[in-house]
């Protein structure tokens, strides 16, 4: 006798979806004055079938696709369309904003309606550019509907323009558009300065959220920091979500460059939680929320667990988009750093590698030869390049390896010193990099001039006892004790490393380890045996310290998270509170 069925026949609307298909070009013209759902729903259909080309003529149509901007339930399915698209080599992107151009220089002569309707439009298409990763197109699009809002000079039309101010500011930081960006900035505060003296109410959380982001961008550190407390100030229950993790993101990543570790653990598990609770785990905003967990992570001495938050993010970032997409290049980059640092000591450095090389060739693809978001990606490269040539036996391939770093190097802080120029953080990190790269192709002279540039410059800037200078001071300290015998040197400098590490991180600091070995190198050769038997027991005692901080790490889920959900208008007075 014939077993029971054992398949289920597929609904009616599914194979009615099918048929379409199946059939699109017989249905095409109809499709269009169907329900946007139903259209959606073909439109996802020929993606998922591989038909890109019919799907690409559909969405080259601004109208079709702005009724597909509104499926907001949908959105990460569209995007799931989108960048399909792109990887297929068509100009989507390039179409619709060419579209929206022309519409707006329509509309300008149009009824108010269509003027706000056009307006609306730019600000949700450049918005989801900005998200897709399309960030020059994006740009596009909002300066021109920022032109339509400022073509009118009344409260409805200030609004509308600073709403555009905050998405062109976005796209800009992003993009390293910084002088660009800081022309948005001074637009944005007329605007503000109008809305104030009109008396009119607007919540400016996410405009100095982006004022924040963009000094952070030029490593105003200070001036950062001052920004987002002053948008935590702006914080309400009635504001959406994204402003409110979005907000909560980037005044953590101010508190971690000011050193201010439980401020910042606060703010990015508050920013954590608020995104798990109202976005989907594989949602693009979860994802940039988990960067600045594992940023915080990171610097915070949290290594194995920072790459596993890292390596979560990047799984998010690939479901949602994959492909040649520049947020999955930055998440490739972001984990090959972390994990470059996690296995510093073993040397282990392919997993390192394979995501340095896998964010680079997706930036080259995607990146003008010269462009800023470069400089960071070369960086990572160059640094894993030069541990792998140090650990390698065959002389003629470490000398390769150490002049394809010096060459990554060397662009880096070329693309560095346009953007920022000589004072600044940017530039001052890039001179200790290559300090070190010049210590191991056995340029001592060379080594120790850009240590010093780096120290000077980053002292100026962050104080004597930041963490990069205890950095720069430290690998200076190795070039003087393994290098150039300078041992009188060499010991005032690890100590002065040595001091501000225990400060800021605590015995258990991980960085120690160098710092306490590299003593020990020094005061053998100064014969100085009580001060070797000191330190010989500081770095054991460092050792135990480390082996309970690692077997503790162990038994903690990084993504586990112990705290409660804060009312956002509860955040800024709570943070005073862990001073």
């Not at 995007?79 to 329509?106: E, I, N, P, W």
Request: hydrophobic residues 40%.
């Amino acid at each position: 006798m014939a077993s029971a069925l054992n398949w289920i026949p597929d609904s009616l609307y599914n194979s009615s979806i099918s048929v379409v298909v199946c059939h699109y070009g017989r249905f095409q013209t109809e499709l269009r004055i169907c329900p946007k759902n139903v259209q959606f729903d073909v439109f996802y259909k020929l993606y998922s079938q591989g038909l890109l080309c019919q799907l690409g003529f559909e969405f080259y149509h601004l109208d079709t696709f702005e009724r597909m901007l509104t499926m907001k339930s949908k959105r990460h399915l569209l995007h799931h369309c989108f960048q399909a698209l792109m990887d297929h080599g068509a100009r989507t992107a390039f179409q619709l904003t060419k579209a929206y151009c022309q519409r707006c220089s329509v509309t300008s002569t149009s009824l108010e309606d269509q003027r706000l309707s056009t307006v609306k439009l730019g600000l949700t298409l450049g918005g989801f550019l900005s998200d897709a990763g399309w960030f020059p197109e994006s740009e596009k699009v909002v300066v021109s509907c920022l032109k339509l809002c400022e073509e009118k000079d009344d409260a409805k039309c200030w609004v509308m323009a600073l709403a555009a101010c905050l998405r062109l500011l976005h796209v800009q930081n992003t993009y390293c558009r910084l002088q660009e960006a800081q022309d948005t900035f001074v637009k944005a505060q007329k605007f503000i300065h109008k809305l104030k003296n009109g008396n009119h109410s607007v919540n400016l959380a996410g405009i100095y959220t982006e004022f924040s982001c963009l000094s952070f961008c030029r490593s105003n550190y200070s001036e950062a920091y001052d920004w987002s407390l002053l948008a935590l100030k702006e914080l309400h229950s009635e504001l959406s979500p994204k402003v409110v993790v979005d907000t909560l993101r980037q005044a953590a990543k101010t508190c971690v460059v000011k050193r201010e570790f439980r401020k910042a653990e606060f703010l990015i598990k508050q920013a954590l939680h608020t995104a798990r609770v109202n976005f989907h785990p594989k949602h693009p905003k979860f994802g940039d929320t988990l960067l600045d967990y594992g940023f915080y992570l990171l610097n915070v001495d949290s290594i194995n667990k920072s790459v596993i938050v890292y390596q979560k993010a990047l799984d998010v970032w690939q479901t949602a988009f994959g492909g040649y997409n520049l947020h999955v290049a930055i998440a490739h980059e972001d984990l090959a750093y972390a994990s470059y640092v996690h296995e510093y000591s073993s040397g282990n450095f392919k997993v390192a590698r394979d995501h340095a090389e896998k964010a680079m060739d997706i930036m080259h693809h995607l990146l003008p030869q010269d462009h800023l978001l470069l400089a960071s990606s070369k960086r990572v490269k160059a640094l894993i390049l030069e541990e792998i040539a140090i650990d390698n036996q065959d002389k003629a391939i470490e000398h390769k390896l150490l002049l394809e770093a010096q060459e990554l190097h060397l662009s880096a802080l070329r693309l560095a010193q346009q953007a920022f120029g000589e004072m600044n953080v940017q530039t001052a990190k890039h001179y200790g990099n290559l300090g070190r790269l010049y210590q191991s192709m056995k340029k001592f002279n060379d080594a120790e001039e850009m240590h010093l540039k780096a120290i000077h410059i980053k002292k100026e800037l962050l104080g004597p006892d930041d963490y990069e200078v205890a950095l720069s001071v430290g690998h200076l300290a190795s070039l003087y004790n393994y290098d150039m015998e300078l041992f009188e040197r060499a010991e005032e400098l690890y100590l002065r490393s040595i001091e501000i590490g225990v400060k800021l991180f605590g015995e258990g600091y991980s960085g120690l380890e160098y710092d306490y070995r590299g003593l020990l190198r020094v005061y053998t050769f100064l014969g100085e045996p009580q001060k070797y038997m000191n330190y010989q027991q500081i770095l054991q005692r460092w050792n135990e310290v480390r082996d309970r901080s690692t077997e503790s790490e162990k038994h903690q889920c990084p993504l586990s998270l112990q705290t409660d959900l804060v009312p956002p208008e509860n955040l800024f007075p709570m943070l005073h509170s862990l001073e």
